[in-house]
Structures are given as C-alpha cells and as structure tokens.
C-alpha cells in the first residue's frame, strides 16, 4: 500500500470517529458485523445463509455440482439453522439493505482491527449487483486489506464487467 494510501485511511477513520462511528454502531449497521473465530489467523469473516443463494438454489439441482454437496448446509449449519447460526445470518442479510451505511458500518470494523485479510461468504453468496458494488466500494476505502469472494454468481460478475466497474485490486472475486 502507498503511503497516500495509508493518509487516505487514516484520515478516514478519524472522520468516521468524528461523525459519532463507533464499533457498537458499526455492528448494528452490519447485522453484528464482521467476525474473526479463529483469532490466530488474520482473516475476518463475513456470512450468509446458503439457504439464500440465488444461483446456488439452482446448482444444487445439478449432479456433482459444488452446490449440490454444499457443506454450509450441512453439520452445525444445518444444527443452528433456527438458533445462533441462522439468527446472525439472517441479520447480516436484512442490513444489506442500510446501503451505504452497511458498507460505512465495514469500513470502521476493518479499520479499527486493522484487518489485513478478510474472507466474504464463507457460507451464502452474492445477493445482487448492488451487494457486489457495496463490497467493491467498502475494497476501495480500506486500500490494506485483500478481501476473498468465491462466488457462484457469473450473471453478477459480467454485470460489473460490462458496466465497466473498476474493480480494485484488493477485491479478489472469482468462481
Ligand atoms: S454458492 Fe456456496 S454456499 Fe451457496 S449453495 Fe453453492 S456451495 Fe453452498
């Protein structure tokens, strides 16, 4: 990362703090926000419900897909699905809907931890176009993380592509 780079964040988060973000808000604008359940390892989490993902709903029909033996429906997925673990998806998801918000509320948690790697969708998938760009945008504010984003959703990614997104190079998505 350039130093402007590093300038630019800095900056940022102290504006952030100065406009009355916390982490309490942060969380709340991001369904609980992000997580680190293995704190030996750099990466952050961030998760859906595979039971709501839109291409994978289709790929699990389809013999030897990844989708059809998904392991994020499966074990304690599956155990959780109606208590802790399906609770939190389910509020990660509903907060996509706070926008620019949602992707402020990611901001500060990256920031604030100085995450440096950080993993979407360990479980669920891109929900839509506008999901895809508010992580490209939360990628382009917090040039010193490199953010994962398998996914199965193609359609999403020729979107961006023939709408000539410019996708940073810490935004590392593929399927
Ligand atoms: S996209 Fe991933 S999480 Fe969703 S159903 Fe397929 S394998 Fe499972």
Redesign the pocket.
Known sequence: MTMQAQEFQESLFIYLQAQGWNLKKARLLTGGGATNKNKKMPFYNYDLS?WD?N???Q??KVKNS??SS????KGNYLRYREGSVGKSHKLHKESLNNGFQWVLGMVYQVLKSDCKYFRF?A???LQSYEHALQIINLARLTPSCKYWI???ETGILKQLRDNKIYIPKNYLPFN
């Open positions: 595979a993902c291409k994978g709903s790929l699990r990844v989708c998904c392991y994020a429906m969708h479980a669920g998938d398998p996914t199965r």
